[in-house]
């Protein structure tokens, strides 16, 4: 996709003599459009009066009256209210909506693929000139518009602009039904476009440069995209009157005869629903964002990513002095605190000395700088023994990093000169006391600044001396909703403001210091900013987005969504890496923002959801998440919530009740919204058990439907191309240490029996850390033995069919 990004700069503009056309009184309208869209210009003001969806007819500007398509706020005497909402005031200075404006010139240049129109604006009250430019590709169902100004006075001028500003939008005729995305962390489909204001500032109430609204019962909509590569603060939002707008709130001084140029905005008119806005934005981000991708041994090997607070230094030196054989004792232990449990990748806390420095603050906050690993556990060379253990079993190690909380008592301050590091919240000195314990009253240390280098300088040691340890991933907590401005005088801030370039820095810093050691690692953080993802590959998922899949898994699908409170049956039907095997979530943080829970949801854990045997095989399809634009439905009921996912070589749904409660019906009819006509073979996973059985699809005038049978299922719709999926034979799913099993495995493919054959021989079973004979071949079974180590910790360990002739496949197995 080929963009046009104007960069930031000063210069002086002026149109060529030639390319001026003065505007004619006879003139009505000035017009460019596409087969998708039209857009109107008033000829005599240049202000955007059309902006028609040429697919429905319907002209989004209702009421053309304001400030279609800029704003500009001139010489204001501060800058506006950091919240979401039109900003109609003019803060002490003049406000200039094109309505008040004389257009003096335009240039339409009609190229072979691409349309540009120039508008030069001249507003009534104020000596600058405005330049609108307009460019519109003929196939595209977006055009982008850029925003210059010039001052044309005698002295300099300060200025801060809305580019785009939309008034008077409405989708068909009941603009009550027009519906938005709430951009607040992951994104949240759904929300009444124009009911109340929505957004607010960058980097805090909006985690993504793009805003949208859209009607589902027309299937169309109106998005923008802020296509801003410095990713500059500004405020996205939606607000009553069916108003959309990005205010750019930096005030920025031009000097006479010079000009300022923002960030080229890209505005898309489609047909669909927001799912086609966000694959818009995904394709800018893509190039100019370059988003972290996925490292393969996550999308192989990490079904399961859990926490574990490792034991207090009190329980340790109990264990210590009872000798219970298996019990922690050391970091040499670490595999231990994966016992009983499935997670494939741990995440660990209360691994820093800060433990026994200050034992009371074992729990939820634990920073202290993070000076080494506990003494009491065998400190690093310990430590680094015991992650080597993990791995000889396939297993993983992630490390909890507090990103900025910290002890005012911390050795890292020297001289009591913890003041210098702190986050100061105004002019008046507010230093942020963010790091309290469960009263409002009990403080323990201080929100460092993220742009403070010393203190970039201490994470940047923490996690090369994990990485150097053999951590497989690092979560950063507390980062997230990075736009918090820094008034400490300590800094030398260029501006208190600039809160986003400091966390980019930061966060640059940490993965290029890490990259020399482990270019593989996972970095993830507490809560998703789009710009993360240059850096990071995920972040915790902690509220619920209901029926709809989250707004970031489509507009940045390797983002990956790490569940923290939902259970197994939500985390499957989201494509999100699980948290924990049972059924249940348990906590609905931030229901203000999600979906709140509901009067009948059960309560406790659920039942063990096997989902963790089965996500390997489809794991790439979840993680690159290719989504169709439409869900699934059943209309016989309405509890029923499924996605459609694609893959080159096979399609999978999945849905059902999130709660696990049984269909309404016994079983449903689900409508899908494609499937290729390749695809001639369905068959239902039931997730509660495994058990899998071919179901018919069905195509007639209706469309495309299956029956499904089970509160959750998995359906894997296969192409010819598919390759085999592996059948693990019921095997004793419990052994003794230093004891064998044997394992039998078939392959699976009616879509292309020929495969099957010609594969077989092929199969490759792997079991860390245990023996695996070389496959027997008999008939059209494979079978291995599998022998245990001598001394082996009782735990659960697994298997797995993985290699290019077949889909992954994966059991486990007990070791008493």
């Given at each position: 996709?080929?963009?046009?990004?104007?960069?930031?700069?000063?210069?002086?503009?002026?149109?060529?003599?030639?390319a001026?056309?003065?505007?004619?009184?006879?003139?009505?309208?000035?017009?460019?459009?596409?087969?998708?869209?039209a857009?109107?210009?008033?000829?005599?003001?240049?202000?955007?009066?059309?902006?028609?969806?040429?697919?429905?007819?319907?002209?989004?500007?209702?009421?053309?009256?304001?400030?279609?398509?800029?704003?500009?706020?001139?010489?204001?005497?501060?800058?506006?209210?950091?919240s979401?909402?039109?900003?109609?005031?003019?803060?002490?200075?003049?406000?200039?909506?094109?309505?008040?404006?004389?257009?003096?010139?335009?240039?339409?240049?009609?190229?072979?693929?691409?349309?540009?129109?120039?508008?030069?604006?001249?507003?009534?009250?104020?000596?600058?000139k405005v330049?609108?430019?307009?460019?519109?590709?003929?196939?595209?169902?977006?055009?982008?518009?850029?925003?210059?100004?010039?001052?044309?006075?005698?002295?300099?001028?300060?200025?801060?602009?809305?580019?785009?500003?939309?008034?008077?939008?409405?989708?068909?005729?009941?603009?009550?039904?027009?519906?938005?995305?709430?951009?607040?962390?992951r994104?949240?489909?759904?929300?009444?476009?124009?009911?109340?204001?929505?957004?607010?500032?960058?980097?805090?109430?909006?985690?993504?440069?793009?805003?949208?609204?859209?009607?589902?019962?027309?299937?169309?909509?109106?998005?923008?995209?802020?296509?801003?590569?410095?990713?500059?603060?500004?405020?996205?939002?939606?607000?009553?009157?069916?108003?959309?707008?990005?205010?750019?709130?930096d005030?920025?001084?031009?000097?006479?005869?010079?000009s300022?140029?923002?960030?080229?905005?890209?505005?898309v008119?489609?047909?669909?629903?927001?799912?086609?806005?966000?694959?818009?934005?995904?394709?800018?981000?893509?190039?100019?964002?370059?988003?972290?991708?996925?490292?393969?041994?996550?999308?192989?090997?990490?079904?399961?990513?859990?926490?574990?607070?490792?034991?207090?230094?009190?329980?340790?030196?109990?264990?210590?002095?009872?000798?219970?054989?298996?019990?922690?004792?050391?970091?040499r232990?670490?595999?231990?605190?994966?016992?009983?449990?499935?997670?494939?990748?741990?995440?660990?806390?209360?691994?820093?000395?800060?433990?026994n420095?200050?034992?009371?603050?074992?729990?939820?906050?634990?920073?202290?700088?993070?000076?080494?690993?506990?003494?009491?556990?065998?400190?690093?060379?310990?430590?680094?023994?015991?992650?080597?253990?993990?791995?000889?079993?396939?297993?993983?190690?992630?490390?909890?990093?507090?990103?900025?909380?910290?002890?005012?008592?911390?050795?890292?301050?020297?001289?009591?000169?913890?003041?210098?590091?702190?986050?100061?919240?105004?002019k008046?000195?507010e230093?942020?006391?963010?790091?309290?314990g469960?009263?409002?009253?009990?403080?323990?240390g201080?929100?460092?600044?993220?742009?403070?280098?010393?203190?970039?300088?201490?994470?940047i040691?923490?996690?090369?001396?994990?990485a150097?340890?053999?951590?497989?991933?690092i979560?950063?907590d507390?980062?997230?909703?990075?736009?918090?401005p820094?008034?400490?005088?300590?800094?030398?801030?260029?501006s208190p403001?600039d809160?986003?370039?400091?966390?980019?820095?930061?966060?640059?810093?940490?993965?290029?210091?890490?990259?020399?050691?482990?270019?593989?690692?996972?970095?993830?953080?507490?809560?998703?900013?789009?710009?993360?993802?240059?850096?990071?590959?995920?972040?915790?998922?902690?509220?619920?987005?209901?029926?709809?899949?989250?707004?970031?898994?489509?507009?940045?699908?390797?983002?990956?969504?790490?569940?923290?409170?939902?259970?197994?049956?939500?985390?499957?039907?989201?494509?999100?890496?699980?948290?924990?095997?049972?059924?249940?979530?348990?906590?609905?943080?931030?229901t203000?923002?999600?979906?709140?829970?509901?009067?009948?949801?059960?309560?406790?854990?659920?039942?063990?959801?096997?989902?963790?045997?089965?996500?390997?095989?489809?794991?790439?399809?979840?993680?690159?998440?290719?989504?169709?634009?439409?869900?699934?439905?059943?209309?016989?009921?309405?509890?029923?919530?499924?996605?459609?996912?694609?893959n080159?070589?096979?399609?999978?749904?999945i849905?059902?009740?999130?709660?696990?409660?049984?269909?309404s019906?016994?079983?449903?009819?689900?409508?899908?919204?494609?499937?290729?006509?390749?695809?001639?073979?369905?068959?239902?996973?039931?997730?509660?058990?495994?058990?899998?059985?071919?179901?018919?699809?069905?195509?007639?005038?209706k469309?495309?439907?299956?029956?499904?049978?089970?509160?959750?299922?998995?359906?894997?719709?296969?192409?010819?191309?598919?390759?085999?999926?592996?059948?693990?034979?019921?095997?004793?799913?419990?052994?003794?240490?230093?004891?064998?099993?044997?394992?039998?495995?078939?392959?699976?493919?009616?879509?292309?029996?020929?495969?099957?054959?010609?594969?077989?021989?092929?199969?490759?079973?792997?079991?860390?850390?245990f023996?695996?004979?070389?496959?027997?071949?008999?008939?059209?079974?494979?079978?291995?033995?599998?022998?245990?180590?001598?001394?082996?910790?009782?735990?659960?360990?697994?298997?797995?069919?993985?290699?290019?002739h077949?889909?992954?496949?994966?059991?486990w197995?007990?070791?008493?």
């Amino acid at each position: 996709m080929r963009l046009i990004i104007i960069c930031v700069c000063l210069l002086s503009i002026s149109l060529p003599a030639s390319a001026r056309h003065p505007v004619e009184k006879a003139q009505k309208i000035i017009q460019l459009e596409n087969r998708q869209l039209a857009l109107a210009f008033d000829p005599a003001t240049g202000a955007l009066t059309k902006l028609i969806n040429k697919k429905t007819g319907d002209n989004y500007i209702k009421h053309p009256a304001g400030g279609n398509l800029f704003r500009l706020y001139l010489n204001a005497g501060k800058m506006p209210d950091l919240s979401a909402g039109p900003h109609n005031g003019s803060d002490g200075g003049v406000l200039v909506d094109p309505s008040g404006c004389i257009l003096e010139h335009f240039f339409l240049n009609k190229k072979k693929d691409v349309t540009e129109l120039i508008l030069q604006i001249r507003p009534k009250t104020f000596a600058v000139k405005v330049k609108v430019t307009i460019t519109l590709s003929n196939a595209a169902d977006y055009f982008d518009c850029s925003l210059a100004v010039t001052n044309g006075s005698d002295a300099s001028c300060r200025i801060y602009s809305a580019l785009p500003y939309f008034s008077g939008i409405s989708l068909g005729n009941t603009a009550a039904t027009n519906l938005a995305v709430n951009m607040w962390d992951r994104g949240y489909p759904g929300i009444k476009a124009w009911e109340k204001n929505s957004g607010g500032v960058y980097g805090r109430d909006v985690s993504m440069q793009w805003q949208c609204v859209y009607e589902p019962a027309l299937d169309e909509g109106l998005a923008f995209i802020t296509m801003d590569t410095a990713f500059s603060n500004k405020i996205l939002t939606c607000f009553p009157g069916g108003g959309m707008q990005s205010l750019y709130f930096d005030t920025k001084e031009i000097q006479p005869g010079l000009s300022f140029q923002w960030p080229t905005a890209r505005v898309v008119v489609f047909n669909g629903n927001w799912r086609t806005a966000a694959k818009v934005y995904q394709g800018w981000a893509n190039e100019y964002l370059k988003p972290r991708p996925v490292p393969r041994w996550y999308t192989n090997e990490v079904v399961i990513r859990g926490s574990s607070w490792i034991p207090t230094r009190e329980a340790v030196e109990k264990n210590k002095s009872t000798q219970q054989p298996h019990s922690f004792t050391s970091f040499r232990n670490l595999l231990h605190l994966y016992q009983g449990g499935y997670s494939d990748c741990l995440e660990m806390a209360m691994w820093n000395e800060g433990v026994n420095l200050w034992p009371e603050t074992y729990g939820p906050w634990m920073s202290s700088g993070f000076l080494d690993f506990r003494s009491d556990l065998g400190g690093k060379s310990a430590f680094e023994e015991g992650v080597k253990n993990v791995h000889r079993f396939g297993r993983k190690v992630a490390m909890y990093v507090a990103g900025y909380g910290i002890r005012t008592t911390s050795p890292l301050f020297k001289d009591g000169d913890w003041k210098k590091w702190a986050i100061v919240n105004n002019k008046e000195g507010e230093i942020n006391f963010g790091y309290r314990g469960e009263k409002e009253t009990e403080i323990f240390g201080i929100f460092n600044c993220l742009g403070y280098k010393p203190w970039q300088d201490n994470i940047i040691r923490v996690c090369t001396m994990l990485a150097r340890a053999g951590v497989d991933e690092i979560r950063l907590d507390e980062i997230g909703f990075p736009f918090k401005p820094c008034f400490n005088q300590e800094h030398h801030h260029a501006s208190p403001y600039d809160s986003q370039v400091w966390t980019r820095e930061y966060l640059r810093r940490i993965r290029e210091a890490v990259d020399q050691i482990n270019p593989q690692m996972v970095i993830s953080t507490e809560f998703f900013m789009d710009y993360f993802h240059t850096y990071t590959n995920g972040a915790l998922v902690m509220d619920c987005s209901g029926k709809e899949i989250d707004a970031m898994k489509v507009a940045l699908p390797q983002y990956m969504a790490m569940s923290y409170h939902a259970g197994a049956a939500e985390a499957a039907i989201t494509g999100a890496i699980m948290g924990k095997p049972e059924a249940y979530r348990l906590n609905w943080a931030w229901t203000d923002k999600g979906t709140e829970r509901s009067d009948d949801y059960p309560s406790g854990p659920g039942i063990r959801l096997p989902f963790y045997e089965l996500y390997p095989t489809f794991a790439e399809t979840l993680v690159k998440a290719d989504i169709t634009d439409q869900d699934p439905t059943a209309a016989q009921d309405p509890a029923w919530m499924g996605h459609l996912w694609k893959n080159k070589d096979y399609w999978l749904l999945i849905g059902g009740h999130d709660d696990i409660s049984a269909l309404s019906a016994g079983e449903i009819d689900v409508m899908l919204p494609e499937l290729p006509e390749k695809f001639k073979y369905a068959f239902e996973f039931n997730v509660q058990t495994l058990e899998m059985k071919p179901i018919p699809i069905t195509r007639s005038k209706k469309g495309i439907s299956i029956k499904l049978h089970h509160p959750l299922s998995l359906v894997f719709f296969p192409a010819v191309s598919c390759p085999p999926l592996p059948v693990i034979e019921p095997l004793n799913r419990m052994l003794s240490a230093g004891s064998g099993m044997q394992v039998a495995v078939k392959l699976f493919a009616p879509w292309n029996p020929l495969s099957e054959k010609r594969n077989i021989s092929s199969l490759v079973l792997k079991a860390p850390g245990f023996e695996v004979s070389k496959g027997k071949v008999k008939g059209n079974t494979v079978y291995f033995d599998i022998q245990s180590p001598v001394g082996i910790e009782p735990n659960n360990y697994f298997l797995q069919v993985q290699n290019n002739h077949c889909m992954p496949r994966r059991q486990w197995f007990q070791v008493e």
